[in-house]
């Protein structure tokens, strides 16, 4: 009888959690849960969980990023940040880049400890993210490189992972969030190269000039690199078949672009927001196969809503929804008894509950700081 009321309480708070019934207290209670169980998954070198990309310094980073911005905001008077942050610091490269050499990405795993620093607020950091800073902006491509000799418009202004040339709009949206908490001057020329990298990433031909993304439906969607796209291809009205938009790539870009500074009336940021009003949703991610991604999906979709300031958005059927609320409420239906979140389709190793609960924990983070104003 005990068990069937449980169940009978479960679901109500499911139902509840699904209607979008959430309020900060709420938010704060899940973010509370995912913390306990991120601190203890941590390895004695500071390093958290045991899959294989337990030991890269952007896991690591990933994790002490949503530690640093939970309502508890832990510091390193905390000693589980305290031997992640030891952990990461050893590995700082010559080059300024932070990253266990044998595993590279030097560009991603980089991006994610400069974030993890930056938000732990520590002046004591200040020549080591000085350092970081450098190795970034090295990683931007110009006009003189690209991954294949003839597409050097494809790839200039993009960042890649690091040790390779080839530019993707996902490891140039986590580089210039990085950029961004560096304070990077706004007359960079970073910004400006990188804008129009991510322009050609866009099924938007006002603004697109790349020859493999014309002939679309114009739907404002974006993909992961200029005529590719990690879901594959979508056949458009005009019979053509070109790279298929989705979620991820599509908020990454809609948050890098306002960090460069460019304004919410721009043609390529109108078309993208009407790409989220026709394809806005918390269960699953628009345009990608079922599962895939799905927990990155929810972190950018929250950094990209917090970047242009919105709190509710009307949709192209008229619905009105509040983006923070709707967000709480599907991962608090999601969050596991022990705190932990896990994705069952474990592309991008998101069958890691330590990744998943670190994207999800820092999601909710966001939510919460959204549903207190």
Not at 6 to 23: H, K, N, P, T
Not at 233 to 245: D, I, Y
Not at 275 to 303: D, R, T
Request: aromatic content about 10%.
């Amino acid at each position: 009888m005990r068990r069937i009321v449980m169940l009978v309480i479960a679901c109500a708070f499911a139902f509840s959690a699904r209607a979008g019934e959430v309020d900060a207290a709420a938010a704060k209670a899940a973010a509370d849960k995912a913390t306990d169980f991120l601190l203890k998954q941590q390895n004695e070198d500071g390093t958290f969980g045991k899959s294989p990309g337990a030991k890269a310094t952007g896991v690591v980073g990933l994790v002490v990023k949503a530690l640093a911005s939970s309502p508890r905001k832990l510091r390193e008077t905390d000693p589980v940040v305290a031997k992640a942050v030891k952990y990461m610091l050893s590995l700082q490269q010559p080059s300024g880049a932070i990253v266990l050499p044998a595993m590279g990405l030097e560009n991603y795993n980089t991006s994610c400890v400069v974030l993890a620093l930056v938000a732990l607020e520590n002046p004591a950091y200040k020549e080591i993210l000085a350092k970081a800073k450098k190795s970034l902006l090295s990683n931007q491509l110009d006009e003189e490189q690209g991954y294949k000799k003839d597409e050097h418009t494809r790839a200039y202004g993009g960042f890649g992972y690091g040790n390779s040339k080839r530019p993707d709009l996902s490891n140039t949206a986590f580089s210039l969030e990085a950029l961004k908490a560096l304070g990077l001057e706004e007359n960079s020329p970073a910004w400006k190269n990188a804008t129009l990298f991510i322009k050609r990433c866009q099924d938007n031909e006002e603004t697109n000039d790349v020859a493999e993304m014309k002939g679309g439906d114009n739907t404002g969607g974006f993909v992961y690199l200029p005529g590719d796209s990690e879901q594959g291809k979508v056949k458009t009205r005009s019979g053509k078949e070109l790279p298929k938009p989705y979620g991820n790539m599509t908020y990454q870009a809609v948050k890098s672009l306002i960090y460069a500074g460019v304004k919410k009336d721009d043609p390529a940021l109108q078309a993208a927001f009407k790409w989220i009003k026709n394809n806005y949703s918390v269960k699953e991610q628009p345009g990608a196969a079922p599962g895939q991604g799905y927990y990155y999906y929810l972190i950018v979709f929250a950094k990209a809503f917090t970047a242009t300031g919105m709190t509710d958005l009307e949709l192209a059927d008229g619905r009105k929804v509040n983006w923070a609320k709707d967000l709480a409420a599907q991962l608090i239906s999601l969050q596991k008894d022990d705190g932990s979140f896990v994705n069952t389709a474990d592309r991008w190793w998101e069958s890691d509950p330590v990744l998943t609960t670190a994207y999800a924990l820092d999601a909710i983070n966001l939510c919460y700081e959204a549903l207190k104003k």
